[in-house]
């Protein structure tokens, strides 16, 4: 296992466009989380997946916002008429269990132009 | 409502030298607490955690964290600072009841001269 994958890695898009980041989490994790993260910031929590089950979403999650993972393995996030404040890093995490470290992948880093 | 605190945005130490990163945190009940490390261009990266028992905690490359409950601090420490630990640092924690997420600081710089 190589480790949390995240696809793209970057993301250019003009705003009003709808994006889609592919989440694929270490195969044994059952936790997977997102998270978004600007510059100078800690990442702040977005969503979170056991199994498939989305059992927290964060109040940042706008209605623009939906994250799914149909069959519990690989997630995605998707933003519909992006706008230039979504510009972010969007991180993607798997843990086993809630008191291991998070395994975390590289990012998506969306620009909304 | 639960919170971290990582009072400085940047630290600066000789290498060689000891190194503490400084995090507080803000919840009800008892936390987990974690440490991580981003690396530029690199995702973060997990360095370790404190679940229950001894208050010092060692983990990856060296580091250690040392978990205060009256001061509610949990602190990053290394004896000896390299030039290669020259990173961004996140202090983390997560409430083991109720709640899912785990919060984040807002990080603190570290830089590690020559």
């Known amino acids: 296992d190589t480790g949390v994958s995240q696809d793209p890695r970057h993301k250019i898009t003009k705003r009003g466009q709808n994006v889609t980041f592919r989440c694929d989490p270490i195969?044994?994790?059952?936790?997977l989380y997102w998270y978004r993260q600007t510059l100078g910031q800690g990442p702040e929590f977005l969503t979170y997946?056991?199994?498939?089950?989305?059992?927290?979403k964060s109040r940042l999650l706008s209605d623009r916002f939906s994250a799914e993972r149909p069959k519990g393995s690989f997630s995605t996030l998707e933003i519909q008429r992006t706008e230039q404040g979504d510009s972010a890093m969007y991180l993607c995490?798997?843990?086993?269990?809630?008191?291991?470290?998070?395994?975390f992948g590289s990012g998506t880093r969306l620009t909304v132009v | 409502a639960q919170s971290v605190a990582q009072p400085e945005d940047q630290v600066n130490v000789a290498e060689g030298n000891p190194l503490t990163v400084k995090c507080t945190y803000s919840?009800?009940?008892?936390?987990?607490l974690f440490w991580y490390v981003q690396y530029p261009n690199r995702g973060l990266q997990f360095l370790l955690k404190?679940?229950?028992?001894?208050?010092l905690v060692k983990g990856s490359y060296g580091f250690e964290a040392e978990f205060n409950k009256s001061q509610t601090s949990f602190h990053l420490k290394k004896p000896s600072a390299l030039v290669s630990d020259s990173a961004l640092y996140f202090c983390?924690?997560?409430?083991?009841?109720?709640?899912?997420?785990?919060?984040f600081g807002a990080g603190t710089r570290l830089f590690v001269k020559a």
């Open positions: 404190y679940i229950t028992g001894d208050n």
């Open positions: 919840v009800s009940g008892n936390p987990y």
């Open positions: 995490a798997s843990s086993h269990q809630e008191n291991y470290g998070y395994t």
């Open positions: 195969s044994e994790h059952n936790r």
């Open positions: 997946f056991q199994n498939e089950a989305q059992l927290e």
């Open positions: 983390a924690v997560h409430l083991n009841t109720g709640g899912f997420k785990t919060i």
